[in-house]
């Protein structure tokens, strides 16, 4: 790895660690700066600003969670064993990373520019990857194949982010997004919602 980008890195990371004690409006850059014991204008050289080490950061996380998902979809012998794979990678990324989806912006109705740019970050990664799982069922029988990978995926997306929008409202109404239950309760929302859809591709 190139010095800039391990610097990136260690950038990155002291941000994650701000981010999760303090909140992301609670953060700022020159607390990172003095966690890092660097200058600001060292870290201006790598980030112009907050919001762009946020989304990095949450670019970072997606793009892991989705390269240790996509390892199966080789050696995959099932769409269930994909489902279960992905729905066990999302469940821990939710549980260690709960803290930077914006869950009250989304509650609102009124999530801001930088949220929807995150929102949109995970989409268009959540699109990718699930083309990809669709072509694999259909490789392996599992999804007819008249249908097209790529609005397929789209709109399994969409669903699945009305179901995350409907669940961020229950929090707000009392549950705890940290609570281990009730991310399980939310993934297995989620496992249901994935199996009548894939079974209706048959």
Partial sequence: MAEQDQKREVILEAALKRFKRFGLAKTTMEEI???????????YYYFPDKDRIYVAVIERIVSQCFAEVSATLESAVSVKEVMEKYLSVKEQILLDYHFLFGIHEWVSDKPSSLMRQVG??????????????????????????????????DLLVHVLFGLWVIWCKWQAAGFELQDSDNIKEFMNRERAVLTIFFQGLR
């Fill in 33 to 43: 700066a003095r966690d890092l014991e660097i200058s600001k204008g060292s870290l």
């Fill in 120 to 153: 949109d970050l995970v989409h268009q990664s959540e699109i990718r990857f699930l083309s990809a799982w669709l072509r694999k069922g259909k490789d392996l029988g599992e999804v007819a194949a008249g249908h097209d990978p790529e609005k397929t995926a």
